[in-house]
C-alpha cells in the first residue's frame, strides 16, 4: 500500500491535535518523527510515534534552564 507523506502528516497532525498540542509543537513534532522515517532511522520515526503519542506528558514541569550554551 502506497501512502503520500501528505496524507501520513494530515493524519499525524489529528493525532497531535486531539492530544492538545500547539500549532507549533505539532509542526515541531510531525518534522521531527517524519524526519526521521525519511531519513532511515524507522527507530526516530513512525514505529515511535505510535508510543509518543500514546503517552500524556501534561502533568510534566517546565524544564529549567541550568546553563545556556550556543550548542544547547
Known amino acids: 500500500?502506497?501512502?503520500s507523506v501528505k496524507e501520513i502528516e494530515q493524519k499525524l497532525q489529528?493525532?497531535?491535535e486531539s492530544r492538545g498540542y500547539s500549532p507549533?509543537?505539532?509542526?515541531?513534532?510531525i518534522d521531527m518523527y517524519l524526519g526521521g522515517e525519511l531519513s532511515g532511522h524507522s527507530t526516530h520515526g513512525l514505529a515511535?510515534?505510535?508510543s509518543f503519542a500514546?503517552?500524556?506528558y501534561s502533568g510534566l514541569d517546565e524544564?529549567?534552564?541550568l546553563k545556556q550554551t550556543a550548542a544547547l
Not at 507549533?24 to 513534532?29: A, K
Open 1 to 3: 500500500m502506497k501512502v
Open 14 to 16: 489529528r493525532v497531535l
Open 24 to 29: 507549533e509543537d505539532v509542526s515541531f513534532i
Open 48 to 50: 515511535d510515534f505510535a
Open 54 to 56: 500514546s503517552e500524556d
Open 63 to 65: 524544564p529549567e534552564i
